[in-house]
């Protein structure tokens, strides 16, 4: 019996349950991606929805302050080019 990976979020640390790393990992943006292909807009709703989720119980986690870039994590791959989904500009990232 194989056991296939399941790619969703644990609450409330917010890493992938199949992969260990920081949700949304590939898989589970793949998956996202061919779920919600005739409707993005609604892939966006909803990632907006668990971007809100995420930033309110990491910041828990860390005494009250919400992790950098959620939106990028969240939400940036998901949105198609050439539209702007912030009213900010993105800062590249420096490391
Ligand atoms: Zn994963």
Redesign the pocket.
């Known amino acids: 019996m194989t056991r296939s ?4 979020p644990s609450r409330p640390t917010w890493r ?6 920081a ?6 943006k793949l998956r996202l991606l061919g779920e919600y292909r005739e409707n993005r807009p609604a892939l966006l709703v909803y990632l907006a929805t668990l971007q809100a989720e995420a930033a309110e119980q990491l910041a828990e986690l860390d005494c009250g302050t919400p992790p950098d870039r959620l939106a990028e994590r969240f939400l940036h791959w998901a949105t198609p080019r050439g539209q702007p989904y912030l009213s900010g500009p993105v800062e590249p990232e420096v490391r």
């Open positions: 990976r399941v790619h969703l992938c349950q199949g992969c260990g790393i949700w949304p990992c590939s898989a589970a």
